[in-house]
């Protein structure tokens, strides 16, 4: 008796499916409590109130980008990681007078912007003073002042909703939002919406097409695997000449299909270790991809580490339908920067265990040489703020916020451009 016929056609198909069908991440979320929220805006005490009037002069009186539409205003977000790490009232103030120096004021937009022409302007920076309007006007007229419904109505409704464009900017409005949650401050929030709608760029579409989420040539659960892969890819070799966030159009325009393939090959199946995983990565591209003896820390890879903190602060405040559609937009930002500026070897985690305390790293941050650059501050923070959400067992995140605390002595990693 003959051995019965195997129709390979069902399994061929099945296959094709597998290899071709988008990933359909909507039902997955994160679990994480909330990070402490810090309202000063009806906080008594002197220290908040300082806070609260600082960044409300700096919302009138400084445009959300300047240096002709270049650089993205950080003060709010040095301002606000200053006070959580423990700026007094003088502080603050100093950090104001000292950076506030070299900001913008206001310039009129080329028209208003309304209810119904609002997506017309979106990417046009010459429109941040009157996206900003827009959106206050918003929060005045048809919201009652509550900020977070305004958030919700232009950040999270229609087909193509404006959070799925918060790495535009190298991730500026996805900062500036953690920061207006974290510090329950609508002047913040308004200005986050209006540097979404200035810095929305292509790299929405990945998200907002379901197309592009497909099965890869290959899989794995670590985003850490996936970096070290894209690092030894040789089809990445002599793509640019030189770092610089300037890469990354050039980038997405002409390798597209090979960034998505590793983009692709991380499987989210456990999403709160592998949310953590994705913020141990963060780490580790700052701090172990430092050239020994340098101390020349990487401009672009801290918007990786800060745009995951802002992430971990959004995730338990933001509908769950978006939670995994966020990583993977931080996740594809990170691809982007890393191979921008021509994927530099992650060295090993630090292996000695610290000799300081956060307390430590906190003094470091507010007091040191550096207590002025809101990047370096911001790193320290979004670092202590993991390990406090992971618990920091083995004391790793310390390790590195010590490490990077001591090191540091200026930023790399340019081009042609300047610091944004």
């Known amino acids: 008796m003959s051995a019965p016929m195997i129709s390979w056609v069902p399994i061929v198909n099945q296959v094709y499916q597998y290899l071709t069908e988008p990933r359909d991440y909507s039902a997955l979320s994160i679990d994480l409590p909330?990070?402490?929220?810090?309202?000063?805006?009806?906080?008594p005490e002197k220290r908040p109130r300082t806070l609260k009037h600082l960044i409300r002069a700096n919302h009138v009186n400084h445009s959300i980008i300047y240096h002709n539409l270049q650089y993205h205003n950080h003060l709010p977000h040095l301002l606000g990681s200053a006070y959580l790490l423990g700026a007094s009232t003088e502080q603050l103030q100093k950090i104001y007078d000292e950076e506030s120096k070299e900001?913008?004021?206001w310039k009129e937009s080329p028209a208003e912007v309304t209810d119904a022409d609002w997506r017309d302007f979106l990417g046009d920076k010459r429109y941040q003073r009157a996206y900003v309007d827009f959106y206050e006007d918003e929060l005045a007229l048809n919201f009652g002042y509550k900020w977070q419904a305004v958030v919700k109505e232009y950040l999270f409704s229609g087909k193509q909703p404006l959070i799925n464009g918060?790495?535009?900017g190298l991730g500026h409005p996805l900062i500036h939002l953690g920061y207006a949650y974290e510090l329950s401050n609508r002047e913040l929030a308004m200005e986050a919406l209006g540097m979404a709608s200035t810095a929305y760029n292509f790299l929405h579409k990945y998200i907002d097409d379901v197309s592009y989420t497909k099965p890869s040539s290959y899989s794995t659960t670590s985003p850490l695997e996936i970096l070290q892969k894209v690092s030894s890819d040789a089809r990445f070799d002599g793509l640019f000449k030189h770092k610089g966030a300037g890469n990354m159009e050039s980038l997405f325009?002409?390798?597209e299909s090979l960034v998505l393939e590793h983009w692709n090959a991380w499987t989210i199946v456990e999403p709160n270790k592998q949310f953590q995983e994705s913020q141990e990565a963060a780490v580790a591209l700052l701090v172990n991809t430092v050239e020994v003896g340098t101390h020349a820390y990487d401009f672009f890879m801290v918007h990786i580490l800060t745009t995951s903190h802002?992430?971990?602060?959004?995730?338990?405040?933001?509908?769950?339908?978006?939670?995994?559609?966020?990583?993977r937009q931080w996740w594809l930002l990170t691809l982007g920067v890393y191979i921008s500026q021509l994927r530099p070897k992650i060295s090993q985690d630090i292996e000695q265990k610290p000799d300081k305390s956060w307390k430590y790293v906190e003094d470091k941050a507010v007091n040191g040489p550096w207590s002025t650059d809101s990047h370096y501050v911001k790193a320290l923070r979004a670092m202590k703020e993991a390990a406090f959400t992971w618990g920091d067992v083995h004391e790793r995140y310390l390790a590195a916020a010590v490490r990077f605390s001591n090191d540091f002595e200026g930023w790399t990693g340019f081009s042609s451009m300047e610091m944004d």
Not at 34 to 43: G, M, R, Y
Not at 310 to 327: D, E, G, T
């Open 34 to 43: 909330s990070v402490e929220i810090h309202d000063v805006e009806t906080a």
């Open 253 to 255: 325009d002409n390798h």
């Open 103 to 105: 900001l913008e004021e």
């Open 166 to 168: 918060l790495i535009g």
């Open 310 to 327: 802002a992430v971990r602060v959004l995730l338990p405040l933001i509908p769950k339908r978006f939670h995994i559609s966020l990583v």
